[in-house]
């Protein structure tokens, strides 16, 4: 790979794939699964779209608060860079190492093995029962050689330019758009019954658990902090659905006028997904009876409705789009992850060479060291199990961050700011005391996720000051 140290980043996004990047990163396979869960914890169809809504205006008013610090701080790594200016490097370096150590890479594992299993629908061959080699501790199937042949294509496709990742990006991320407005328009129009809509809001706001024993579905009513847990559990899951939004600030240096254009992509992509994502699950609500939406066969709620809406085509329907949808989704993780590293190599806190642009002023070997990581996260088979160990400690980071628009708005009040937090300060704050409770409530409800989560984190103390030492020695 040639290497040029004076290359810069080009901006060469515009308004439109910036959006796409929002959408696109946040857009993968959990609105087709996420909602069976939450039909089982909450119970009412009511309770199950309230905790969709909630998701969605939770993550706009985040995505509009970091539009200010996009404003201030136009640079290549994004939320790396905002933490770094409103606390220290040690605290943007906790993030950098959670992000490439689970977050980031997590994520691109992940959605590579449900890009690889909904394939299989396709190709049965690429199932992730054929296992092609079997040592006992580990085995490798035909799904995780798909899954990182994936991440590799992705990878080399955006070593080449940010203009061939932005072409991928942009044109899967309107097919996945398009695809779940038709998947609504049809569903409403020729899966809807009424009978079951009725059924499904006679007692919308009932909350209650359930559960399946013995062949037979359990119910629980809630009450209390059991409420309110199982209020932690749902968001959890659909506030994850929506993740991944921040992706477009990494890659603030390759993006036209990013001061102004960043900010309007946030609002566009978080408010496009929101509007899809309770329209689909009405939809769910129309044609599914609540039941039949918590206990789908493996939550594949998407698939049931297919099944209803299309008859026996459906499940190669939904296939077809979690590929496309998995597909983008990955683009614009793979596309926007190096940048942080490239950051966090330039303030010597990562390895040298992520931190050098390559002749199509893209930071080459950030990518390759992502995608290998992200390779080895998909043979593990345990990478559903990382993302939920680091849900406490994203959330952590994401108050951390809108916390420090306070912070620098005393610290730095003549920095220009392009643009303002919306509804600051007290839209952010209620984001922040939302996020806390919710952090708290899982800190209580899912103790085996969020410890280890912490733990995680906390393991990038003794790697700090490690990199410190070698960076003083130099």
């Known amino acids: 790979m040639s290497i040029n140290q004076t290359n810069s980043f080009k901006p060469s996004l515009g308004l439109l794939d910036a959006t796409m990047i929002v959408a696109g990163s946040m857009i993968g396979s959990g609105i087709f699964i996420v909602t069976a869960e939450i039909a089982r914890s909450v119970g009412g ?12 205006l939770i993550t706009m008013i ?22 770094r200016e409103a606390y220290n490097p040690f605290i943007a370096f906790l993030f950098g190492w959670t992000q490439f150590g689970i977050i980031q890479t997590g994520t691109i594992a992940a959605v590579a093995v449900a890009f690889a299993k909904f394939t299989a629908y396709l190709i049965p061959a690429f199932s992730e029962k054929n296992i092609l080699w079997d040592a006992g501790i580990v085995q490798i199937s035909a799904a995780q050689i798909v899954a990182i042949v994936s991440i590799i294509l992705l990878t080399f496709i955006n070593t080449r330019g940010v203009k061939h990742g932005k072409i991928i990006q942009t044109v899967f991320t309107l097919a996945k758009l398009l695809s779940l407005f038709g998947l609504i328009i049809f ?29 037979a579905t ?13 209020i932690a559990v749902s968001m959890k899951g659909s506030l994850f ?28 992509g978080t408010l496009i997904v929101t509007i899809i994502y309770v329209s689909c699950n009405l939809m769910y609500l129309a044609v ?32 077809v789009m979690i590929m496309v949808s998995t597909f983008g989704c990955n683009n614009g993780l793979i596309l926007s992850g190096a940048r942080i590293y490239y950051t966090m190599a330039e303030d010597k806190l990562f390895f040298k060479k992520a931190g050098v642009l390559n002749k199509n002023s893209v930071p080459g070997y950030g990518l390759w060291i992502q995608c290998v990581w ?81 733990g995680i ?18």
């Open 45 to 56: 169809a009511g309770w199950v779209t309230v905790m969709w809504v909630l998701a969605g």
């Open 62 to 83: 985040a995505a509009m608060s970091y539009g200010e610090l996009s404003g201030m701080f136009p640079k290549a790594g994004g939320q790396y860079v905002y933490l």
């Open 187 to 215: 569903g409403f129009g020729l899966g809807a019954k009424q009978e079951i809509w009725q059924a499904n809001w006679q007692d919308p706001w009932n909350h209650f658990s359930m559960e399946a024993v013995n062949g």
């Open 218 to 230: 359990v119910t629980k009513v809630l009450s209390g902090l059991a409420f309110f847990g199982a």
């Open 241 to 268: 659905s929506s993740d991944a939004w921040n992706n477009v600030t990494f890659i603030a240096a390759e993006i036209k006028h990013p001061a102004k254009n960043i900010g309007r992509a946030l609002f566009l």
């Open 288 to 319: 599914l009876p609540l039941h039949d939406i918590a206990f789908a066969a493996n939550d594949r709620v998407g698939v049931a409705a297919a099944e209803q809406i299309f008859g026996s085509t459906g499940s190669l329907i939904i296939a």
């Open 374 to 454: 992200a390779s080895l996260l998909c043979l593990t088979g345990r990478y559903n199990d990382l993302l939920a160990l680091v849900i406490f400690g994203v959330l952590i980071f994401y108050v951390l961050t809108i916390l420090g628009i306070f912070i620098l708005r005393r610290k730095r009040p003549d920095l220009e700011r392009p643009y303002k937090a919306f509804g600051y300060p007290i839209l952010p704050m209620v984001y922040i005391i939302v996020a806390l409770s919710l952090a708290a409530l899982l800190l209580v409800f899912e103790t085996n996720y969020t410890l280890p989560g912490l």
């Open 457 to 474: 984190i906390l393991l990038g103390i003794p790697l700090y000051f490690i990199a410190m030492s070698r960076k003083e020695k130099v």
